[in-house]
């Protein structure tokens, strides 16, 4: 069974709540789900991601960390915007 998103409080205070105040907390719904979805994410490890690399014939160790160093760059350039 799905946890209750909603108690009664809650509910009758959304009834009565105007467009900027519904917007706020629509917001902060959504920003609860996005870091609860952020965290729950699994993904792979600069480590990890070079053994996996390394599995690779014909790529070495020097390639393996070019490659990992550009997968960082990328990261970060996404993150910054």
Do not use: P
């Amino acid at each position: 069974m799905a946890k209750q998103v909603l108690n009664r409080k809650e509910y009758k205070d959304i009834k009565k709540m105007d467009h900027n105040q519904m917007s706020d907390f629509m917001e902060k719904i959504y920003m609860r789900g996005y870091e609860a979805g952020k965290k729950s994410a699994s993904g792979l490890s600069e480590e990890e991601t070079k053994d996996a690399i390394l599995q690779i014939k014909g790529i070495g160790d020097k390639k393996a960390m070019d490659i990992v160093e550009a997968l960082r760059a990328a990261h970060e350039a996404k993150e910054t915007g």
